[in-house]
């Protein structure tokens, strides 16, 4: 494409009145070498004269469009320029609303911007989506319970053909044991019928959806739009294209037999689940001798909210035995409920539910540890609890105990299993061989062939539950078109499972829309663009594969690596991976930003040059929320938006200390156990790559200080001034680089 400049500043907005904007079209057209007339200005840019102004040079042969106004974050329906190549420079949030107008510092900043700006368009492409053919846009969704159904039913009725897999032979799930539901109409004292046999015969009865029973997943292989899956059901398999995935495996309940301080094991201690089971059958018996239990204990948290059990809250508990309580009381009217609980946790309109609860004489309320459940006598029990509302330990009988058993995701096994075979790698070969020999592998659900392991990773301490973003994406995991709904994901109850199921089948909708068009999903939802490694220069060091947050790469079996693109989210980790800096992106490359650093950037022999790398997800918005606020930035920092700090290649930083600048700021999402960053690991390679970065500067002479990572979330924008000031503080004291002038 042959490229015609047209570059536009803004004056409103304040830019006007901080900015010699004359003086800032000559420095832009001399110093980014485009000719003047290309340089233009206009009142209010956006208004519609501005654009109007810019689309008739676009018909008349405008190719690079460079914007000097407010952030790219805003207004982008109206500066979008459909065959062109755009680029947004921030000159109202990183220049006018947070620097002295009219000062030198504040037109040098703006000059270095724009130069930045034309720099980039220059060394960029045209995006061309990479479309890939024979496309499936049908949704496989795994688990026939109340969210698997759902989620089934909400994809089909959007027009989708669906596989619905279920393991058992019957659909239902665990929805299918119960007795009877908490009430879901007001005013909340009437306990439903359980509404799940209408699902599964609305789902059974709806042609879009082919439903697989006691069937389960041999193998799936693929990516997004692509995945062949493999099924296997009565000793035979059979292999379906599928587009996208909703995982709704379910839960299974905690192991009891780990309760025996709480009387497990003793036949008149039983769980929650089964006391379903018993309701279901008709009076409520006690299982030792079969007679009518009439003071029935109820011991909530049961394994939950505990650091020796499950740390976490079940979710569903609460509501379950206030409902369970509501079993006994409407069979015997003589028969009384006693729950005891550490908190009664029943969000929304639940919480009606368990007020008429406490006006039912026969339900007795007590907050309490239990410590003990010993043996009374005759079939009975004694119930020991302490750090009641009274402050005295108290002692009651009851014929019949109910542990609320909390719940475990049907992927915990599986994660446990590959968490201890890592550790036991760790001890060395021959400790991992004795595990694998003495351990049985428990059944995977998706079998996926991806190198990073047969199942979706979980969280480190997330307890098994398949990892998600859930800060900003709720359904999102780290394999791109599998989106994760109900108890597999987070403890909830049946309704929010329904609701959740809702959101994944969209997710899945949106995931096989969007590859169809060779676009990548969340968070970069709109970028056509993809890696385009040069593999003539590739040494297959395997960083690439080993960093990929997403398994988007693979090796053929030489070991050369190659891109699955729709599993690909367009983050850039891999070309801050390779050390070739062979992989690019069609406006995002090791090339492109080490340009706008070594050209674009004006280096005085007074004064500092820092430049600041700052993650689009967290940062870049973070600095925008504190322009808004009016709160000052330094005039000696150049900000450079990145898609990720895990694209962060190291030869940046080479780039830019060699070329004068003092100090370099890596400016990214928070990491660790409670992640925010969108592409997962970003931030934390970033921080591991430049850990080693810092020990080469030391031994080079240089202060290891001139370069650091900071975390900050988007919440944390107050912060940000301070910490970039603390920097240049740092940088003051150590003094200009000494490559300054060379």
């Known amino acids: 494409m042959e490229k015609k400049f047209g570059v536009y500043i803004c004056k409103g907005c304040g830019i006007g009145e901080a900015l010699n904007v004359d003086d800032l079209k000559k420095a832009t057209a001399g110093g980014a070498k485009v000719p003047a007339e290309a340089v233009k200005d206009h009142g209010i840019l956006c208004s519609p004269e501005g654009l109007e102004m810019i689309r008739n040079d676009v018909k008349e042969g405008t190719t690079c469009v460079v914007i000097g106004a407010c952030s790219p974050r805003v207004k982008f329906e109206e500066f979008e320029f459909p065959g062109t190549i755009t680029e947004r420079v921030n000159l109202r949030e990183f220049i006018a609303w947070t620097m002295e107008p009219g000062s030198e510092d504040t037109q040098a900043v703006a000059e270095d911007y724009m130069k930045m700006g034309v720099i980039r368009v220059?060394?960029?492409?045209?995006?061309?989506?990479?479309?890939?053919?024979?496309?499936?846009?049908?949704?496989?969704?795994?688990?026939?319970?109340?969210?698997?159904?759902?989620?089934?039913?909400?994809?089909?009725?959007?027009?989708?053909?669906?596989?619905?897999?279920?393991?058992?032979?019957?659909?239902?799930?665990?929805?299918?044991?119960?007795?009877?539901?908490?009430?879901?109409?007001?005013?909340?004292?009437?306990?439903?019928?359980?509404?799940?046999?209408?699902?599964?015969?609305?789902?059974?009865?709806?042609?879009?959806?082919?439903?697989?029973?006691?069937?389960?997943?041999?193998?799936?292989?693929?990516?997004?739009?692509?995945?062949?899956?493999?099924?296997?059901?009565?000793?035979?398999?059979?292999?379906?294209?599928?587009?996208?995935?909703?995982?709704?495996?379910?839960?299974?309940?905690?192991?009891?037999?780990?309760?025996?301080?709480?009387?497990?094991?003793?036949?008149?201690?039983?769980?929650?689940?089964?006391?379903?089971?018993?309701?279901?059958?008709?009076?409520?018996?006690?299982?030792?001798?079969?007679?009518?239990?009439?003071?029935?204990?109820?011991?909530?948290?049961?394994?939950?909210?505990?650091?020796?059990?499950?740390?976490?809250?079940?979710?569903?508990?609460?509501?379950?035995?206030?409902?369970?309580?509501?079993?006994?009381?409407?069979?015997?009217?003589?028969?009384?409920?006693?729950?005891?609980?550490?908190?009664?946790?029943?969000?929304?309109?639940?919480?009606?539910?368990?007020?008429?609860?406490?006006?039912?004489?026969?339900?007795?309320?007590?907050?309490?540890?239990?410590?003990?459940?010993?043996?009374?006598?005759?079939g009975n029990l004694h119930v020991e609890a302490e750090n009641t509302l009274l402050g005295e330990k108290i002692k009651v009988e009851a014929d019949l105990v109910v542990l609320a058993t909390g719940i475990v995701p049907a992927t915990r096994a599986t994660q446990e299993y590959f968490d201890a075979l890592t550790e036991a790698g760790k001890k060395g070969d021959d400790a991992k061989k004795a595990f694998l020999d003495e351990t049985p592998q428990p059944d995977s659900i998706l079998n996926l062939t991806y190198r990073q392991g047969p199942e979706i990773p979980s969280l480190e301490g997330a307890y098994g539950f398949a990892d998600s973003n859930f800060i900003c994406f709720q359904y999102e995991t780290r394999r791109t078109g599998i989106y994760t709904a109900g108890c597999v994901k987070q403890p909830m109850t049946m309704a929010d499972a329904a609701d959740d199921a809702a959101g994944a089948a969209l997710k899945a909708i949106q995931c096989v829309e969007h590859v169809a068009k060779g676009m990548a999903v969340h968070p970069r939802a709109w970028d056509t663009t993809f890696p385009d490694p040069l593999m003539i220069k590739c040494t297959s060091c395997k960083r690439c594969t080993e960093e990929c947050p997403f398994g988007a790469i693979d090796e053929d079996e030489k070991g050369t690596p190659f891109y699955r693109l729709n599993r690909c989210r367009r983050c850039g980790t891999c070309m801050g991976a390779c050390p070739e800096r062979i992989v690019s992106f069609k406006d995002f490359s090791v090339d492109i930003v080490g340009s706008m650093i070594k050209e674009g950037v004006d280096?005085?022999?007074?004064?500092?040059?820092?430049?600041?790398?700052?993650?689009?997800?967290?940062?870049?918005?973070?600095?925008?929320?504190?322009?808004?606020?009016?709160?000052?930035?330094?005039?000696?920092?150049?900000?450079?938006?990145?898609?990720?700090?895990?694209?962060?290649?190291?030869?940046?930083?080479?780039?830019?200390?060699?070329?004068?600048?003092?100090?370099?700021?890596?400016?990214?999402?928070?990491?660790?156990?409670?992640?925010?960053?969108?592409?997962?690991?970003?931030?934390?390679?970033?921080?591991?790559?430049?850990?080693?970065?810092?020990?080469?500067?030391?031994?080079?002479?240089?202060?290891?200080?001139?370069?650091?990572?900071?975390?900050?979330?988007?919440?944390?924008?107050?912060?940000?001034?301070?910490?970039?000031?603390?920097?240049?503080?740092?940088?003051d004291e150590v003094g200009p680089n000494p490559f300054k002038g060379f």
């Open 603 to 731: 280096v005085p022999d007074e004064g500092y040059r820092v430049i600041v790398l700052a993650c689009e997800n967290d940062a870049y918005p973070a600095l925008d929320s504190a322009a808004i606020k009016k709160m000052k930035l330094h005039p000696s920092v150049r900000i450079i938006p990145v898609r990720c700090l895990g694209s962060t290649n190291l030869v940046w930083v080479t780039d830019a200390l060699s070329r004068g600048i003092d100090g370099l700021i890596l400016l990214g999402c928070k990491y660790g156990e409670n992640y925010q960053c969108h592409f997962v690991k970003g931030s934390e390679l970033a921080n591991y790559r430049f850990s080693k970065l810092q020990e080469t500067l030391s031994k080079l002479q240089l202060e290891a200080d001139r370069c650091q990572l900071l975390q900050v979330a988007i919440s944390e924008y107050d912060q940000l001034p301070k910490m970039i000031d603390d920097f240049m503080k740092r940088i």
């Open 122 to 378: 220059r060394k960029s492409s045209l995006p061309e989506p990479n479309i890939l053919e024979d496309l499936s846009n049908t949704i496989m969704v795994i688990g026939g319970g109340i969210t698997g159904i759902t989620a089934a039913l909400e994809a089909a009725d959007a027009g989708y053909k669906v596989f619905l897999v279920e393991k058992e032979a019957e659909l239902g799930g665990w929805a299918a044991e119960l007795y009877k539901e908490t009430p879901r109409l007001y005013p909340y004292d009437k306990l439903e019928e359980p509404r799940i046999f209408d699902k599964i015969k609305e789902v059974e009865s709806n042609e879009n959806v082919t439903i697989y029973k006691a069937t389960t997943v041999e193998k799936t292989d693929g990516q997004p739009g692509l995945f062949d899956v493999t099924l296997r059901s009565n000793g035979s398999s059979q292999t379906l294209k599928v587009g996208a995935f909703v995982m709704a495996a379910g839960w299974k309940p905690y192991d009891a037999s780990k309760l025996e301080y709480l009387g497990y094991g003793n036949p008149n201690v039983i769980t929650n689940v089964q006391m379903e089971e018993i309701a279901r059958k008709g009076k409520i018996i006690r299982p030792s001798d079969g007679k009518e239990a009439k003071k029935i204990a109820f011991i909530q948290c049961a394994g939950s909210r505990d650091a020796n059990h499950l740390p976490y809250c079940s979710s569903f508990c609460c509501g379950t035995s206030l409902k369970q309580a509501k079993y006994v009381r409407e069979k015997n009217s003589d028969a009384v409920a006693m729950i005891f609980y550490k908190d009664i946790r029943t969000p929304g309109q639940t919480e009606l539910f368990y007020k008429n609860m406490q006006n039912d004489p026969g339900v007795l309320l007590t907050k309490g540890d239990v410590t003990a459940i010993t043996d009374a006598g005759n």
